[in-house]
């Protein structure tokens, strides 16, 4: 199993999504020591950015042309970055809610890699096509005002059915998934939070105990 840790939270020893991820890593190293487990943290300033010769380059590839120049560089950026994340057949997410949605540095990997001919395909008459294959995902969701079931007022998730959304786009739809969303102002957090570490410690077993396991989608 080669298993890359993507990680969108920036705080560290505070976060709630880099600690439940701590426990499925370790329950990964406990169950399969030989397996690969790589870091990224999205906020490390190892991501290029997306801005207008990478847009340049990405459009001229999709309309079947050769990038030339700073879209050139751009372009090979962009690649660079996609083949370390293709590298993987198993991926962990760390995912917090920012304003409903992601954190936009999770957008802009998102915006980097997905790249015609390499994480899609486009067809005139049937659309997009997702060209990744035979890959896993296990996606941690924190958020701390939102949560289901609660009022209105309380946010509502644009988080969960983006990234999934891209996630199947992209053609990983062996997706799990662990969301711990306490209720800061009423709830009893540390409940809500035994229970995420304790469904990421099930789900590493599952998914380090047999590699080639498909776990039911959600
Ligand atoms: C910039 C920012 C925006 C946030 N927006 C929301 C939000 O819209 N809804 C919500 O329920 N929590 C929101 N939160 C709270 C986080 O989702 C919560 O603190 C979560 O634990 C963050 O994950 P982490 O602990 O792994 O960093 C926000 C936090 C930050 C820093």
């Keep these: 199993m080669n298993l890359l840790h993507v990680s969108a939270s920036p705080r560290g020893p505070q976060s709630e999504s880099l600690a439940v991820a701590a426990t499925f890593l370790d329950t990964v190293r406990e169950v399969t020591p030989e397996a690969a487990i790589e870091e990224w943290d999205l906020w490390d300033g190892s991501l290029p950015a997306f801005g207008p010769d990478a847009v340049t380059g990405k459009m001229t590839v999709f309309a079947g042309g050769q990038p030339t120049g700073a879209a050139a560089v751009a372009w090979d950026a962009a690649t660079t970055t996609f083949r370390r994340f293709d ?9 917090p809610m920012w304003n409903a949605g ?52 309380f946010g509502a998730d644009f988080q969960a059915p983006y990234f999934e959304d891209w996630l199947r786009w992209a053609g990983i739809t062996d997706v799990s998934t662990v969301h711990f969303r306490p209720n800061l102002a009423t709830a009893d957090a540390a409940t809500a939070r035994k229970t995420a570490h ?21």
Excluded at 87 to 95: E, I, N
Excluded at 109 to 126: K, M, N, T, W
């Design 87 to 95: 590298a993987a057949d198993t991926y962990l997410f760390t995912v």
């Design 198 to 218: 304790d469904q990421a410690r099930d789900l590493a077993k599952v998914l380090a105990a047999d590699p080639g396991h498909r776990v039911a989608g959600v």
């Design 102 to 153: 992601i954190p936009y540095v999770l957008k802009q990997f998102i915006d980097v890699i997905s790249q015609p001919g390499l994480i899609f395909g486009f067809d005139a008459e049937r659309g997009y096509s997702g060209l990744l294959r035979g890959k896993r995902a296990a996606v941690i969701y924190t958020s701390a005002v939102y949560g289901p079931g609660r009022p209105p007022a």
